[in-house]
């Protein structure tokens, strides 16, 4: 292999610049996830659109996301990762006008699979290229100003969606995009160099990239859709919106089928590598210690990370009554916890290893977590979940920016692509994993919970069993259009109100021991004092080391 050449970073200050730009990217895509869930109402009434159109709308996103992400970041590696960032941006760009001109949910269901395509591209370009273009100490300050970023967008995404809905129009919180996708275009043209794998043959895996996109994407569609379809039984939703007519659910199917796409992905790639012909993803990359643990560690991680951000706004809303836009100012307190922690991180790495603060990042997230699980209740003010809201943040910014810095580390600068893509599909596929799980808990116990409360007030079965349906299929939703029907001290209404606290501090417990097992996972990354250098580029992977 040709050795990609040092980067000449001190010769071009430009390079904070192209931080900026990378960073805003990596924005653009993480908000647009969030502004899409406090805007569906909206797009609801407008577009008069089905639950299940609805459903598609916030989830294909991640599913076609998901799918691409290992064989859009081994693009990068070959054909140069600025060129597919400017790609992606454009595609993006593009289709949220789409999505922002949809006459239909039909049509707008289309240009969120385009949305996915094009973010699929951004994420592991924007990390691969600052893999790339900064150094030792630089470097882990980029990492830091990167993983703030995404743990601050995701909260700061409601907000944006929430005043763009509520002041304008749901239209417009995918419309705005094109002003911030020019700015983005504008600041890698200027100021972001192009890195590739020089040297490298040129060419398309077709198995390999098939294989993945099919074991990924159905995976992945296993986790987000089994609550709805089924496990192992088919629900009726899998009747009612499929057309199913098995009494097994599709999602065991399409489980399978994911499965024997990837394990025939690792014997197609094996096969290719001896022949000496081009892959979708390295497999040698995965004796590498720090990477292979590292990847383990962030998909365990993964699992509770944002699961508490799946429900926190709904109870919000729907018990303490706020509106979408307060909602999203008092999620910025986790905004700011994670920008915070920016600053921080590269001084503390520098002091304990980057192991070390992945760890303390995580511990923060536990106590956080658990702070906001024990915080809540009916009336509550909602300043008591700041403190813990902030704390959070904190842990989210310092842990993920770190633990991308370990599993890179030992990476050659040269494959950064696809093990940027990897590292991203380990935590896309534990996230997923993750809501799967906390959907799971939400529903077991609002459903328990809501049953025992709402007959030991006196309320009729029939009438119990029509309440918990509506309230676990809304999310608790259906709380606040009772509460305009019977008045906020009516039985039921107290009654489901209590059980859907007591369903969110039961999903606060499980993500804060899912973050717990990932902890420990951590301490599968050695040490928590270590070099501080990463490795040069070009540099062959060192087995052993990590």
């Not at 006196?458 to 009438?463: H, I, N, R, S, W």
Request: with cysteine; charged share 10%; aromatic share 6%.
């Amino acid at each position: 292999m040709v050795p990609h050449p040092q980067p000449a970073q001190d010769a071009d200050p430009r390079r904070w610049l192209g931080l900026v730009t990378i960073s805003l990217a990596v924005a653009l895509i993480i908000a647009d996830a969030t502004i899409v869930n406090v805007a569906i109402p909206s797009v609801i009434a407008d577009l008069g659109i089905s639950t299940t159109q609805a459903e598609w709308i916030t989830s294909v996103y991640s599913l076609v996301f998901a799918a691409l992400l290992i064989t859009v970041g081994r693009l990068g590696d070959l054909y140069g990762r600025r060129r597919l960032l400017l790609a992606g941006t454009v595609v993006f760009v593009t289709a949220s006008v789409l999505c922002a001109l949809a006459p239909s949910g039909a049509l707008l269901i289309v240009a969120r699979v385009l949305q996915g395509i094009g973010g699929a591209m951004i994420l592991p370009s924007t990390l691969s290229t600052l893999n790339a273009t900064f150094r030792g100490r630089e470097r882990g300050i980029a990492f830091a100003v990167w993983g703030s970023t995404i743990g601050g967008m995701a909260a700061v995404g409601p907000l944006l969606g929430g005043w763009l809905t509520t002041t304008f129009s749901w239209r417009w919180a995918f419309g705005i995009n094109v002003f911030v996708g020019a700015v983005i275009v504008t600041g890698l043209l200027l100021y972001v160099r192009e890195t590739k794998e020089d040297g490298a043959a040129k060419g398309i895996d077709l198995p390999g990239t098939a294989l993945s996109v099919v074991g990924l994407g159905g995976l992945v569609f296993s986790l987000i859709e089994g609550q709805r379809y089924g496990w192992w039984n088919a629900s009726d939703a899998a009747a009612d919106e499929l057309g199913w007519t098995a009494a097994v659910s599709p999602i065991v199917p399409v489980a399978a089928l994911a499965v024997l796409a990837v394990a025939a992905f690792v014997a197609v790639e094996r096969r290719r590598q001896r022949q000496g012909r081009v892959v979708v993803l390295d497999l040698a990359l995965f004796g590498v210690p720090s990477f292979r643990n590292g990847n383990v560690a962030a998909m365990i991680i993964s699992l509770g990370e944002f699961g508490l951000l799946f429900l926190l706004p709904l109870y919000i809303q729907n018990i303490l009554g706020l509106s979408a836009t307060r909602t999203g100012l008092v999620l910025v307190a986790l905004a700011a916890g994670s920008f915070f922690s920016a600053p921080l991180a590269p001084q503390l790495s520098n002091r304990l290893g980057p192991r070390a603060v992945v760890r303390i990042g995580l511990a923060a997230e536990i106590v956080g977590i658990l702070g906001i699980a024990l915080s809540v209740g009916v009336d509550i003010s909602v300043w008591r979940l700041v403190p813990w809201l902030f704390l959070y943040g904190l842990g989210v910014g310092f842990a993920t920016a770190q633990l991308t810095g370990v599993i890179l580390a030992d990476v050659p600068v040269a494959k950064s692509g696809q093990a940027s893509g990897t590292q991203s599909t380990a935590r896309q596929v534990g996230s997923a994993f993750g809501v799967a799980i906390i959907g799971a808990v939400l529903v077991t116990t609002l459903t328990s919970s809501a049953t025992d409360r709402l007959e030991a007030a006196g309320v009729p079965t029939a009438q119990t069993k029509a309440l918990v349906a509506a309230t676990t299929s809304s999310a608790g939703a259906a709380i606040g259009a009772l509460r305009g029907e019977q008045g906020a001290d009516a039985p039921a209404v107290v009654a489901l109100e209590e059980a859907y606290v007591a369903a969110t501090r039961q999903v606060g417990l499980v993500a804060s021991g899912l973050v717990l097992l990932g902890l420990l996972a951590s301490f599968s990354l050695g040490s928590g004092r270590d070099a501080a250098e990463p490795q040069d580029a070009g540099t062959e992977p060192v087995p052993g080391r990590g």
